[in-house]
């Protein structure tokens, strides 16, 4: 009984102390719902033993309050719309990131974006994926060829047919594209037409919807266009739906992109960095690109060796030298030009 006392306790105290090592093996990431997907973390997990934990966010807004509510150390990894890497630098929230251990070399070059994941030289992110706020649609419900101009998506015909996503900054830039007006060319003297455009837009839509909200309603019918959807929207559901689809209309469409970097403070700068190097792998890259949240792009290219071609084939992955031709990114306002485009939505979705 001694002895068997003895190594009861012997095996307790080497359990705790297990278990306090297993306590100091975490990893924090707040990330958007394609981070979510086991497939894409249980690789890493049990490559580094390490429990990763996530938090899904939605909205820039949202992340930078809760890391602004956190305490040093508390987040390690930080998944964000690449159009507001510099917020996150202004906040002093994002850490310096050694670019030479990524393998950028092998990114579309579109996609590397220096000017969005360097500030002042230094860089902070590496673009992690991307792909197309443009038209999701119906094929069974809709005429094609409607959908391939902007001026008859959202005409009468389609009265009550119609979700916009909603997100200001891509639906907006598509109503400016409808009147040829660039995404970088949003300013204060072009938001009157830009208004005028996303009134009609939104008197002929049933429903503002995010993420999930227009996936179903496009899927289960109870809209047949998605205003703001694409390859994020409908790639989920190509096998079970095949008529759901989406295009790139004449004038263009907004590209999205996604940034992954290091939060500074964090205590575990190096296993935040074999993260980032993970997720941008070949590997990393192809499931994060068919996540069970959502589909897109991977930046890196070498991830189309890992993809099977029917994944590809979902992905469009042959179209996309033509696409990335045809798109323009995401409107990059200042706080004032920021702050009368959120008014100008706010009064849109009130009507």
Same mark, same amino acid.
């Given at each position: 009984?001694?002895?068997?006392?003895?190594?009861?306790?012997?095996?307790?105290?080497?359990? %705790?102390?297990?278990?306090?090592?297993?306590?100091?093996?975490? =990893?924090?990431?707040?990330?958007? %719902?394609?981070?979510?997907?086991?497939?894409?973390?249980a690789?890493?997990?049990?490559?580094?033993?390490?429990?990763?934990?996530?938090?899904?966010?939605e909205?820039?807004?949202?992340?930078?309050?809760?890391?602004?509510?956190?305490?040093?150390?508390?987040?390690?990894?930080?998944?964000?719309?690449?159009?507001?890497?510099?917020?996150? &630098?202004?906040?002093?929230?994002?850490?310096?990131?050694?670019a030479?251990?990524?393998?950028?070399?092998?990114?579309f070059?579109?996609?590397?974006?220096?000017?969005?994941?360097? &500030?002042?030289?230094?860089?902070?992110? &590496?673009?992690?994926?991307?792909?197309?706020?443009?038209?999701?649609?119906?094929?069974?419900?809709?005429?094609?060829a409607?959908?391939?101009?902007?001026?008859?998506?959202?005409?009468?015909?389609?009265?009550?047919?119609?979700?916009?996503?909603?997100?200001?900054?891509?639906?907006?830039?598509?109503?400016?594209m409808?009147?040829?007006?660039?995404?970088?060319?949003?300013?204060?003297?072009?938001l009157?037409?830009?208004?005028?455009? =996303?009134?009609?837009?939104?008197?002929?839509?049933?429903?503002?919807?995010?993420v999930?909200?227009?996936?179903?309603?496009?899927?289960?019918?109870?809209?047949?266009?998605?205003?703001?959807?694409?390859?994020?929207?409908?790639?989920?559901?190509a096998?079970?739906?095949?008529?759901?689809?989406?295009?790139?209309?004449?004038?263009?469409?907004?590209?999205?992109?996604?940034?992954?970097?290091?939060?500074?403070?964090?205590?575990q700068?190096?296993?935040?960095?074999?993260?980032?190097?993970?997720?941008?792998?070949?590997?990393?890259?192809?499931?994060?690109?068919?996540?069970? %949240?959502?589909?897109? =792009?991977?930046?890196?290219?070498?991830?189309?060796? &890992?993809?099977?071609?029917?994944?590809?084939?979902?992905?469009?992955?042959?179209?996309?030298?033509?696409?990335?031709?045809?798109?323009?990114?995401?409107?990059?306002?200042?706080?004032?030009?920021?702050?009368?485009m959120?008014?100008?939505?706010?009064?849109?979705?009130?009507?």
């Amino acid at each position: 009984m001694k002895n068997l006392t003895s190594a009861l306790l012997a095996t307790t105290v080497l359990t %705790c102390a297990a278990g306090a090592v297993a306590a100091q093996e975490q =990893m924090n990431a707040l990330v958007w %719902c394609d981070h979510m997907d086991p497939e894409l973390i249980a690789p890493f997990e049990a490559m580094h033993n390490v429990t990763v934990n996530l938090r899904e966010y939605e909205g820039t807004g949202a992340a930078l309050a809760l890391l602004d509510q956190s305490r040093p150390g508390d987040w390690d990894v930080l998944v964000i719309d690449g159009i507001d890497v510099f917020r996150a &630098v202004e906040a002093g929230i994002l850490a310096p990131l050694d670019a030479d251990q990524l393998p950028i070399d092998d990114f579309f070059p579109e996609v590397v974006m220096e000017d969005v994941n360097t &500030v002042d030289g230094v860089t902070y992110a &590496v673009t992690e994926k991307f792909g197309y706020n443009t038209i999701s649609y119906n094929t069974s419900k809709v005429d094609p060829a409607d959908m391939e101009s902007l001026a008859t998506v959202w005409s009468e015909k389609y009265q009550d047919r119609i979700s916009i996503y909603d997100y200001y900054l891509p639906v907006m830039g598509l109503a400016a594209m409808s009147q040829g007006i660039a995404t970088a060319d949003i300013g204060g003297d072009n938001l009157d037409a830009i208004g005028s455009v =996303m009134t009609t837009m939104r008197s002929r839509a049933a429903s503002v919807a995010g993420v999930v909200a227009a996936q179903t309603a496009l899927a289960t019918g109870e809209v047949d266009i998605v205003v703001g959807g694409g390859e994020w929207l409908t790639a989920v559901l190509a096998e079970e739906q095949p008529e759901l689809t989406w295009t790139i209309p004449s004038e263009g469409a907004v590209r999205w992109t996604q940034s992954i970097g290091v939060v500074e403070g964090t205590q575990q700068p190096d296993l935040a960095l074999e993260f980032i190097k993970y997720i941008v792998s070949p590997e990393g890259q192809a499931r994060l690109a068919t996540s069970s %949240c959502f589909w897109g =792009m991977p930046a890196n290219e070498s991830a189309g060796d &890992v993809l099977t071609d029917d994944q590809k084939a979902v992905l469009r992955w042959d179209q996309q030298p033509d696409y990335l031709a045809r798109t323009q990114l995401y409107p990059a306002p200042d706080d004032a030009l920021d702050s009368d485009m959120q008014d100008l939505w706010l009064n849109t979705l009130s009507q």
